[in-house]
């Protein structure tokens, strides 16, 4: 996907002696976040190892961090973990292709000692992968996996409700500790670093530029803003500052009702090949439009022809049979799906809108599992945002959209036998933003190529 | 349903020269709504006729009304007309059970003109019925033997997006003359009507109150207000006067949204099984609850173990099969059925709640088809209103709720050859208080059994 890019794609060689003792203070930060990446498609060797979320590059954290972080779900279990670029070579374990997926231009295996060490090279980076809640042994093993590749005792950092309901035997099954952290809280820390942090992680969606992105490094202005985060319901959170957030609503409307009824109601096997299936559909085969019950538009009150009055509406008719076979043989799988991906997505959108006007927020940030960088689904978030604040209100998205919480846990980790704790999110934002500028600089100073 | 009691229903003896010539302005009301009373269901001669929506007897409107009123949804096409009991053994038009529905004491029949005659017979009644929108040439049908019926022309006075899309064809079927009302308008003219007009129409529900009456005749009480429509599709109509009301909103799941994906989900070939359905079913077979997914309560947040996290949240897992068959083998068609109904109900109660949050309004008035006088579905709206205002709000539900739109077009009735219009409606609300009381206190006086 070439709109995956990223202003820090290509190999960097750098003097990273004099840059680590000179910008940084690594007392103070224990997971060096500086400069970090989205790590771009096109670098991974194997696109087929390309993992389904961008991994993030921290070209500066070169040991390997103590802790990982999961967030467990209704629906979706998450992880994310730190390995660094020289750890894969050196590891005995044989990791599959999850962990082990290289990038073309990890020339660890080089062995030169010249100027060519790549910026990814020297540091290493952070993982994401998520599995079926339902699945939970599978990922037990992948922990396992993890531990042994590792090769040492682990602490995870652990958060969703599964943190909670699978604690016991979590730290049973692997012998670890495991802090659980709020999920709420977990999600606002996530979604700050992503803001704040990365760059060409938030996105404006609009079918002509699908991809426009925010990077709003300035901290002091992403506040107040409400999070929307879509995993199997919906929660809504209302954030003031790093530490003030409320939930304010939710809607048991989510991810969990589209992929439910859609197992019902057609063959897919997959959210993937459902959402699949939702783009070649036609919802005014099963939606009933005002054209259909005006005849045209009802201007009066400003309704068009094709505003969907009701969602499954043309359906239940005596003329479509009264059996249910029947009656199914009317519809198309492709159709059914279009219509219920919007039906969920813009119900999500207005109950967003409503709050974020009872709160008066300008800014809504989407995450969670469901939106997957599916165009349908931001085109009607966004769609339904700009529509009810008549484009007062913006929709951001992220490309790590599934991971906020699982992210914030991560960023929380404090593993046993560690100093005090310590890590970007504790520094002061001036002291960040001064240490991100010069490391931004010295980059730019230091590519050899664009 | 002993619950449908009525103030007013037993027959009542009365002098009615003297009370219509000295309460009434008979040039000033066309149609003479005082006294009127929902006739209650233990008055029908033959149960099995007695009609879906009760008849409301209005007692001193004595002569025929020149037009009917029909309300075409999306669909349901609506009807309203008046009919005075004597007519029904005058007129020769075998009418069928939906017109000549006797009630007990009707006893036109009686020929003797002792004071016996009730004030049932001596007026007449406003009948309500309804048929699917796709079965118009029925519809039409039902309003020409109506119009056998009357033996005369009548006008009709239309509403809904049918008035707009059947127009041309009922006005040639029919040759008759048609005026168009619109929809939002005729919502609230007949919402204020019902009110204001009609005793034990609109309630609060609760399990153990399922229909505590709520009597407010005084209509300067009556605004500001919340219209929450619910029939095919949802409107949200925020009422601040008579005449000043604007469409706030609304939701494409409604009823058309139940019914389609019950049809395709269910055996059931009506709403009405579906909803019977419903009865019996358990959510928590298919919904993920907060307890399901975190092992107790969320406390931190408020969210209890029961709360629903996911409508349809557990059907798409993996262990339910990898084949659509075996999927729906895994679940009930009781328990899909209350689910979907707890999703449809509370997604429209929570949006009315956060409109009228937004605009201020402690009162919320649910509408439409929708709701039928089913216990769960009225349940879930009051639950979610309480809920969510934390008592704050109230929701308050309709016996003639899926008759709004048409009431309203019938009270805007103005036929051809009448005078200038003028009916209760077009009078000061203070007049209509004053001639109401003396109403009231004249039944009072001549009642001859409670």
Known sequence: MSTFSSQLNTPITLDSDTLSSKILNPGAIQINFNGAFIVDDVLYEDSDLAPETNDIALPFQTHEISHIAIDIGGSLAKIVYFISNKSINNSQEDLGPQISKKLIHDNSSDTSEDSSHSLIDQGGR????????????????FIKKLMRFYDKKIHIMATGGGAHKFH????????????????????????????????????????????????????????PYLLVN??????????????????????????????????????????????????????????MLVGDIYGTDYGKI????????SSFGKVFQKQNGSDIETRRSKFSQA????????????????????????????KIYFGGSYIRG???????????????????????????????????????????????????????????????????????????SQ
Chains 1, 2 share one sequence.
Not at 424 to 448: F, P, Q
């Open 168 to 223: 016991d035997r979590i730290k049973e099954e692997l012998d670890v500790e495991i802090t659980k952290e709020d999920e709420m809280e977990c999600l606002i820390v996530g979604l700050d670093f992503f803001i704040t942090e990365i760059p060409n992680e938030v996105f404006l969606y609009s079918e002509t530029n699908p991809m426009q992105f925010v990077n709003d490094t300035n901290s002091s202005n992403i506040y």
């Open 335 to 362: 159709d059914i799906s279009r219509s219920l991906l919007y039906a969920i997505s813009n119900n999500i959108g207005q109950i967003a809108y409503l709050q974020a006007k009872i709160h008066g927020l300008e």
């Open 126 to 141: 952070l993982n994401f992968y998520k599995i079926e809640t339902e699945r939970i042994d599978d990922f037990i093993e």
């Open 374 to 448: 599916h165009p349908q689904t931001m085109n009607t978030l966004s769609y339904a945002i700009n529509f009810w604040s008549e484009g007062k209100k913006n929709a951001y998205f992220l490309r790590h959209e599934g991971y906020l919480g699982s992210v914030g846990a991560f960023l929380k980790g404090q593993p046993m036998g560690w100093g005090k704790r310590k890590n970007s999110m504790n520094l002061s934002r001036s002291d960040i933003n001064e240490a991100m500028k010069e490391v931004k600089e010295r980059l730019t100073e230091l590519s050899v």
């Open 230 to 287: 879509i995993g199997s319901g919906v929660s809504m959170v209302k954030v003031t500052g790093p530490s003030d957030f409320v939930r304010v609503g939710g809607s048991s409307l989510g991810g969990g009702t589209l992929w439910g009824l859609l197992s019902l109601l057609t063959d897919a096997n997959s959210y993937d090949e459902m959402l699949n299936n939702a783009i070649d559909g036609d919802n005014s085969n099963v939606d």
């Open 302 to 309: 400003g309704l068009k022809s094709t505003t969907i009055a």
